[in-house]
C-alpha cells in the first residue's frame, strides 16, 4: 500500500447516512446516534470486534447499530435483518448502495407490538444464513420484546450461525433480587409488576412492549443452545443500579 492509500485510509470516514424524523420513533438525532457509538464502544471493548470480521445485525432497525459500524468495519461485513419492512427499506436504499458489504433482508416475522401482519411465527424462524458463517451476531432491544420459546428459538439460531470462536452480544432486562426491589419501590424507568413465563411484563395488553426475564431463566437458556456465558453479565441502568454498562442489560457468550 503506498503512502498516500494509505493517509485516506487513516483520514477518510464515511458519510453517516441520516435517518428522517418519521423512522426515528419518537427519539431525536442526537440520542439515535449516541447510542450506537456507546454500542459500537461496547462491541468492541467487551466483546472484541475487530475490522475484518463478519457481523449479523438480528434486529437492524433503521440502522442505529449499522451506521456508526462504517466506521469500525473497515474490512469486514455486516448483514442485517428486521421485521419492519418501512426500516429495512430505509437502509436498503439509503445505506446499501454505498456501503455493499452491508447488506439488509426483512424478515416478516410475527410481532404484535412491532409486525401485528407477519407471517411467520418467531419460533419458525431460520435465519437466512449458512452454518458457521459469522464471527460476531449481536441484538439490541430484541430479547425485551420477545417471549421465552421465541427466544430459545432465536439462541438457537445464533448458535448455528456463529463460527467456532465465535460471540454473540445480546440485551435483555434481568430480573435479579436489585431489579424486583427498585420494580416493586417504583424505582426503575419501566415496571415490570405482571407476572409472565420466566419472568414479567409490564403491560398486560401488550405484553411484547417490554419483557423482563429471571436471570437463571436466561443462564440456562444461554448454555442450552451450545453458547457458553461470560461472567459478569453488565447491568444496565434502567432499574437505577449505580453502575452500569448502558440501559439496559447487556450478556456476552461465546461459540465453543
Given at each position: 500500500?503506498?503512502?498516500?492509500?494509505?493517509?485516506r485510509?487513516?483520514?477518510?470516514?464515511?458519510?453517516?447516512?441520516?435517518?428522517?424524523?418519521?423512522?426515528?420513533?419518537g427519539?431525536?438525532?442526537?440520542e439515535f446516534?449516541?447510542?450506537?457509538d456507546?454500542?459500537c464502544?461496547?462491541?468492541?471493548?467487551?466483546?472484541?470486534?475487530?475490522?475484518?470480521?463478519r457481523v449479523?445485525?438480528a434486529?437492524?432497525?433503521?440502522?442505529?447499530?449499522a451506521?456508526?459500524l462504517?466506521r469500525?468495519l473497515?474490512?469486514g461485513?455486516?448483514?442485517?435483518?428486521?421485521?419492519v419492512r418501512?426500516?429495512?427499506?430505509?437502509?436498503?436504499q439509503s445505506?446499501?448502495?454505498?456501503?455493499?458489504?452491508?447488506?439488509?433482508?426483512?424478515?416478516?416475522v410475527?410481532?404484535?407490538?412491532?409486525?401485528?401482519a407477519?407471517t411467520?411465527?418467531p419460533?419458525e424462524?431460520?435465519?437466512?444464513f449458512?452454518?458457521?458463517?459469522?464471527?460476531?451476531?449481536?441484538l439490541t432491544?430484541v430479547?425485551?420484546h420477545?417471549?421465552?420459546?421465541?427466544v430459545?428459538?432465536?439462541?438457537?439460531e445464533i448458535a448455528?450461525?456463529?463460527r467456532?470462536?465465535?460471540r454473540?452480544?445480546?440485551?435483555?432486562?434481568i430480573l435479579?433480587?436489585l431489579?424486583?426491589?427498585?420494580?416493586?419501590?417504583?424505582?426503575?424507568s419501566?415496571?415490570?409488576?405482571?407476572?409472565?413465563?420466566h419472568?414479567?411484563?409490564?403491560?398486560?395488553?401488550?405484553?411484547?412492549?417490554?419483557?423482563?426475564?429471571n436471570?437463571?431463566?436466561?443462564?440456562?437458556?444461554?448454555?442450552?443452545?451450545g453458547?457458553?456465558?461470560?461472567d459478569?453479565?453488565?447491568?444496565g441502568?434502567?432499574?437505577?443500579?449505580?453502575?452500569?454498562?448502558s440501559?439496559?442489560?447487556?450478556?456476552?457468550?461465546?461459540?465453543?
Amino acid at each position: 500500500m503506498g503512502f498516500q492509500s494509505w493517509l485516506r485510509g487513516v483520514f477518510h470516514q464515511p458519510p453517516r447516512p441520516v435517518p428522517p424524523p418519521e423512522l426515528l420513533a419518537g427519539i431525536g438525532l442526537g440520542e439515535f446516534a449516541a447510542i450506537g457509538d456507546e454500542f459500537c464502544g461496547i462491541f468492541r471493548d467487551r466483546a472484541g470486534l475487530g475490522p475484518r470480521e463478519r457481523v449479523l445485525d438480528a434486529g437492524c432497525g433503521i440502522g442505529r447499530m449499522a451506521i456508526p459500524l462504517l466506521r469500525v468495519l473497515r474490512r469486514g461485513s455486516y448483514e442485517g435483518f428486521d421485521i419492519v419492512r418501512s426500516s429495512v427499506e430505509w437502509c436498503q436504499q439509503s445505506i446499501q448502495p454505498l456501503h455493499p458489504r452491508f447488506r439488509f433482508q426483512h424478515v416478516d416475522v410475527y410481532n404484535r407490538f412491532y409486525n401485528p401482519a407477519g407471517t411467520i411465527a418467531p419460533t419458525e424462524l431460520r435465519f437466512p444464513f449458512e452454518d458457521r458463517e459469522f464471527d460476531f451476531v449481536f441484538l439490541t432491544s430484541v430479547f425485551t420484546h420477545m417471549f421465552a420459546p421465541e427466544v430459545r428459538h432465536y439462541l438457537g439460531e445464533i448458535a448455528r450461525v456463529l463460527r467456532p470462536g465465535g460471540r454473540v452480544l445480546a440485551t435483555f432486562f434481568i430480573l435479579d433480587r436489585l431489579a424486583l426491589d427498585a420494580v416493586d419501590r417504583g424505582k426503575s424507568s419501566i415496571g415490570f409488576h405482571q407476572a409472565w413465563e420466566h419472568g414479567r411484563i409490564a403491560d398486560p395488553e401488550n405484553p411484547e412492549m417490554a419483557v423482563g426475564y429471571n436471570p437463571e431463566w436466561v443462564t440456562a437458556s444461554i448454555a442450552a443452545s451450545g453458547l457458553v456465558l461470560r461472567d459478569p453479565i453488565l447491568y444496565g441502568n434502567w432499574c437505577e443500579r449505580g453502575e452500569h454498562v448502558s440501559y439496559q442489560d447487556i450478556v456476552i457468550a461465546d461459540r465453543r
